[in-house]
């Protein structure tokens, strides 16, 4: 068990990957707290990881508010008595959705509101800080621990209509960067996934939504590897527990040499594309597909 007597605090733990992250991190041994905005979804994280034989804490509690993560620390070490796995995986898109999703409205950058920025940049990097704050005394304490973050695949290449959070999630990627160089002195070690695909519809949808608790290729039903825009046509869908796995890598003594890492995740080669398409290697390649998985 790559997590046996830890204890893991997640932020964003009640849907998504941290809900999948909460589950799997309770498998392998960590005794698991599951911070959420949402306090119901929190509890509903703790019912699923506690009915599967797990040992979990929800605490309902704000990103965007140092003094409910200072409490929620408290508790946390108050209950299981140490701090090992600080996974800050709490973000948001914006606050109006992804444009042209799910009735997202595009707004043009030059009339996009102050404050629907500074929502996001409270969450995405303000609230990435805050965790990562109050996770470093008692890994100190401890004589070190892993912080995990997640970024996004967003912080290495552009996506349409989301410079806010494609400015926090490279915001992101730099603070785990400087925090590696400044706490490993703690034996403190920071790291980040940022996943491409692999990712819960709960995100682009209102925080009051069912949990989903499927992965958005998932959820759109039949899998078709070619018409997705993946270099790496496997036969199942990208999934939550795909990307929770490379949270596991990084939260477990499995990375214990590595810090300042900003790891893309469940990338099926994505970020290995260039723009120019090739005619025909799509259609070759597809023949070739159809007849190994024969």
Same mark, same amino acid.
């Given at each position: 068990?790559?997590l046996k007597d830890k204890v893991a605090f997640i932020t964003g733990?009640?849907?998504?990957?941290?809900?999948?992250?909460?589950?799997?991190?309770?498998?392998?041994? @960590?005794?698991?707290?599951?911070?959420? *905005?949402?306090? =119901?979804? @929190?509890?509903?994280?703790? #019912?699923?990881?506690?009915?599967?034989? =797990?040992?979990?804490?929800?605490?309902?509690?704000?990103?965007?508010?140092?003094?409910?993560?200072?409490?929620?620390?408290?508790?946390?070490?108050?209950?299981?008595?140490? *701090?090992? $796995?600080?996974?800050?995986?709490?973000?948001?898109?914006?606050?109006?959705? $992804?444009?042209? $999703?799910?009735?997202?409205? /595009?707004?043009?950058?030059?009339?996009?509101?102050?404050?629907?920025?500074?929502?996001?940049?409270?969450?995405?990097?303000?609230?990435?800080?805050?965790?990562?704050? /109050?996770?470093?005394? !008692?890994?100190?304490?401890?004589?070190?621990?892993?912080?995990?973050?997640?970024?996004?695949? @967003?912080?290495?290449?552009?996506?349409?209509?989301?410079?806010?959070?494609?400015?926090?999630?490279?915001?992101?990627?730099?603070?785990?960067?400087?925090?590696?160089?400044?706490?490993? #002195?703690?034996?403190?070690?920071?790291?980040?996934?940022?996943?491409?695909? +692999?990712?819960?519809?709960?995100?682009?949808?209102? !925080?009051?939504?069912?949990?989903? +608790? #499927?992965?958005?290729?998932?959820?759109?039903?039949?899998?078709? !590897?070619?018409?997705?825009?993946?270099?790496?046509? *496997?036969?199942? !869908?990208?999934?939550?527990?795909?990307?929770?796995?490379?949270?596991?890598?990084?939260?477990?003594?499995?990375?214990?040499?590595?810090?300042?890492?900003?790891?893309?995740?469940?990338?099926?080669?994505?970020?290995?594309?260039?723009?120019?398409?090739?005619?025909?290697?799509?259609?070759?390649? /597809? =023949?070739?597909?159809?007849?190994?998985?024969?």
């Open positions: 068990m790559r733990g009640g849907s998504g990957l941290g809900r999948e992250s909460a589950r799997l991190f309770a498998e392998e041994g @960590a005794k698991v707290v599951v911070f959420d *905005l949402q306090g =119901g979804r @929190a509890a509903e994280t703790e #019912k699923i990881v506690r009915e599967e034989g =797990g040992t979990v804490l929800a605490i309902e509690g704000d990103v965007t508010k140092e003094e409910d993560l200072e409490r929620a620390v408290a508790e946390t070490l108050s209950s299981f008595g140490r *701090l090992d $796995v600080m996974f800050a995986n709490a973000g948001m898109v914006s606050r109006g959705g $992804v444009p042209g $999703v799910l009735g997202g409205e /595009h707004i043009p950058l030059e009339d996009y509101p102050l404050e629907d920025w500074n929502a996001v940049v409270n969450v995405n990097l303000t609230g990435v800080f805050l965790t990562c704050k /109050h996770a470093i005394r !008692p890994m100190r304490d401890n004589g070190g621990g892993s912080i995990v973050v997640t970024s996004s695949s @967003a912080s290495f290449a552009a996506y349409p209509n989301i410079t806010p959070y494609t400015a926090t999630k490279a915001g992101v990627n730099g603070m785990v960067r400087n925090l590696s160089f400044d706490l490993g #002195k703690y034996g403190i070690r920071v790291n980040a996934l940022a996943p491409a695909h +692999g990712m819960s519809p709960n995100f682009l949808m209102p !925080p009051d939504s069912a949990v989903v +608790g #499927k992965s958005y290729e998932e959820a759109a039903g039949d899998w078709d !590897p070619f018409a997705k825009p993946m270099p790496l046509k *496997l036969t199942r !869908p990208p999934s939550l527990r795909d990307n929770a796995k490379v949270a596991l890598f990084l939260a477990s003594d499995d990375s214990a040499y590595m810090s300042g890492v900003c790891l893309p995740a469940t990338d099926g080669g994505t970020l290995a594309r260039v723009a120019i398409q090739f005619e025909g290697d799509v259609a070759r390649d /597809h =023949g070739a597909w159809r007849q190994d998985a024969d």
